[in-house]
């Protein structure tokens, strides 16, 4: 059993900033992959940021040079600093963790959202 506790979310001014948190506990091993992924309204959730299984980051274009994946490995939390915020930002923010298993299984887990809504 793995839970997801995600925080951060709010109302900002555009160019304005957030920082969102997802922190994992449970039965954990090993944490592979640490992400962040969005969903505005009529669209498709798509990937903001990422820690690969290489321990690379990776971004969307649209966020390049705003956004920040970080991680605290001792508190198994991952966290995304959003700067310049644009109304376009607007959406649901989900953090999503693939960790394996003290029994040696993988499993991929989501958080619960988090609104993040950018005003102009």
């Known amino acids: 059993q793995v839970q997801l506790v995600e925080s951060g979310g709010g109302l900002v001014q555009a160019g304005g900033s957030l920082r969102l948190s997802c922190a994992a506990s449970g039965s954990i091993f090993r944490i592979n992959v640490m992400g962040w992924y969005r969903q505005a309204p009529g669209q498709q959730r798509e990937l903001v940021a990422a820690?690969?299984?290489?321990?690379?980051?990776a971004y969307a274009d649209s966020v390049k040079g705003r956004f920040t994946i970080s991680r605290d490995n001792n508190k198994n939390t991952v966290y995304l600093q959003m700067n310049s915020l644009k109304p376009e930002d607007t959406a649901v923010y989900y953090c999503k963790v693939e960790v394996i298993h003290y029994s040696n299984s993988i499993g991929s887990y989501w958080g619960q959202g988090t609104q993040v809504t950018v005003s102009s």
């Open positions: 820690f690969t299984s290489a321990r690379t980051t």
